[in-house]
Nanobody
Framework: QVQLVESGGGLVQPGGSLRLSCAAS????????MGWYRQAPGNQRDMVAE???????NYTDSVKGRFTISRDNAKNTVYLQMNILKPEDTAVYYCLAMATTSPYIGAPTRRYWGQGTQVTVSE
C-alpha cells in the first residue's frame, strides 16, 4: 500500500558528505513521522534521525551537529544530509514512514520501511 524508495547511498571518504532521499508513494492519506534508521553488520537497527509532519526533529547523539533531516510534505519525501562522515557511520540506511492509508476516524497508522541503501565511509 505504501512504497518507500531510497537513493543517495554510496562510498565516501572520511570527512565527506552524502545526501539520502526517500520518496513515499501509494495509497497515502497522511504521513506523521518520517525518519532514517541504520544497521551495521551484527548490530540491531537503530534510529538515526526522525522528523514529524510539523518539522520537529530528533537525532541520536552520535550524529548531532553532523546530520540534518528534512522533509517535503507535498512530495512525501524525507532527506538526510550527512556531513563529516566517519567510518563508524558505515551501515545500511533505512527510511521509515508512519502512514495512514484511510481517511476514516480510527484508521491505523502503520510503519513502512524502505529497502535500504548502503553507506560506506572508508579510505
Amino acid at each position: 500500500q505504501v512504497q518507500l524508495v531510497e537513493s543517495g547511498g554510496g562510498l565516501v571518504q572520511p570527512g565527506g558528505s552524502l545526501r539520502l532521499s526517500c520518496a513515499a508513494s501509494g495509497t497515502i492519506f497522511s504521513i506523521n513521522t518520517m525518519g532514517w534508521y541504520r544497521q551495521a553488520p551484527g548490530n540491531q537497527r537503530d534510529m538515526v534521525a526522525e522528523i514529524t509532519s510539523g518539522g520537529t526533529t530528533n537525532y541520536t547523539d552520535s550524529v548531532k551537529g553532523r546530520f540534518t533531516i528534512s522533509r517535503d510534505n507535498a512530495k512525501n519525501t524525507v532527506y538526510l544530509q550527512m556531513n563529516i562522515l566517519k567510518p563508524e557511520d558505515t551501515a545500511v540506511y533505512y527510511c521509515l514512514a508512519m502512514a495512514t492509508t484511510s481517511p476514516y476516524i480510527g484508521a491505523p497508522t502503520r510503519r513502512y520501511w524502505g529497502q535500504g541503501t548502503q553507506v560506506t565511509v572508508s579510505e
